[in-house]
């Protein structure tokens, strides 16, 4: 993608796209800055410290180096995972653990940021809610990683998740749930609505007897379907239906 390639040395008086993901990444780092796409005084101000705390050379210029710390997290959350015998749902478990330890989040507005285009493929803003964008991704990932086909045609539409799902005979709906055994980690989850309408998804990491724990994207710690992460979760079965993995 073209939020990991700098093109260039970026530093004080630049502008444009570029910069505004400099700005992005210092944010997500701590050091917050207007995002704005102007290289101005606070921007310089906050690269040489983002320098200072990564022991980097702090001439106020992003480089190579200073660049490659900034996107490190997401550089971490795309590393190859060994397959170890793994299972296409513990591979799901495990890269959507891989990414929830890089602790990706929006910046810069609702649904806005380098992790939200990651999962979006570029796409960002308040009329992309990307939770299902999260799923998919990490659902490719798995399938990447131990080179198996996709089970599900991914979608950044939970509606349209559902619908394939069904299709493939992998949807489990809420009413057909005799034992929670028949939901194994790494499944997907869909919040439902209405009979035809499901308004969030996510992944299922652990299904207990009343409870399952989840790692989900476009949330937060209110449990809401427009938040603004990715985190943990426990949720009760009610209202939702899933797509077994």
């Not at 410290?49 to 992003?62: A, N, P």
């Not at 798995?142 to 198996?148: H, P, W």
């Not at 057909?176 to 989850?189: M, N, V």
């Amino acid at each position: 993608m073209k939020d990991h390639v700098l093109d260039k040395n970026y530093k004080k008086g630049n502008k444009g796209k570029k910069v505004k993901l400099i700005q992005e990444w210092l944010c997500l780092h701590g050091f917050h800055v207007m995002v704005d796409g102007i290289f101005g005084p606070a921007t310089d101000y906050a690269v040489r410290q983002f320098q200072k705390h990564e022991e980097l050379t702090v001439d106020g210029i992003v480089g190579k180096r200073t660049f490659g710390k900034l996107i490190q997290p997401i550089l971490n959350s795309l590393t190859p995972l060994p397959k170890d015998e793994k299972s296409l749902g513990q591979m799901v478990v495990a890269c959507a653990e891989q990414h929830w330890k890089q602790s990706p989040r929006e910046i810069g507005g609702q649904n806005k940021g380098p992790w939200v285009r990651l999962y979006m493929k570029g796409k960002e803003g308040s009329e992309w809610p990307w939770c299902a964008g999260f799923a998919c991704f990490i659902l490719k990932q798995a399938c990447q990683s131990l080179e198996v086909p996709l089970p599900v045609k991914t979608s950044v539409s939970c509606d349209v998740l559902a619908a394939s799902a069904k299709e493939k005979g992998i949807f489990l709906g809420e009413s057909r749930i005799t034992d929670k055994s028949q939901i194994s980690p790494g499944s997907l989850f869909l919040r439902r609505r209405t009979p035809a309408d499901w308004i969030h998804t996510g992944i299922v990491i652990q299904p207990e007897n009343e409870v399952f724990h989840t790692i989900e994207g476009n949330t937060n710690d209110d449990g809401l379907r427009e938040g603004y992460e990715v985190c943990r979760r426990i949720r009760g079965y009610k209202n939702k239906d899933f797509i077994l993995i």
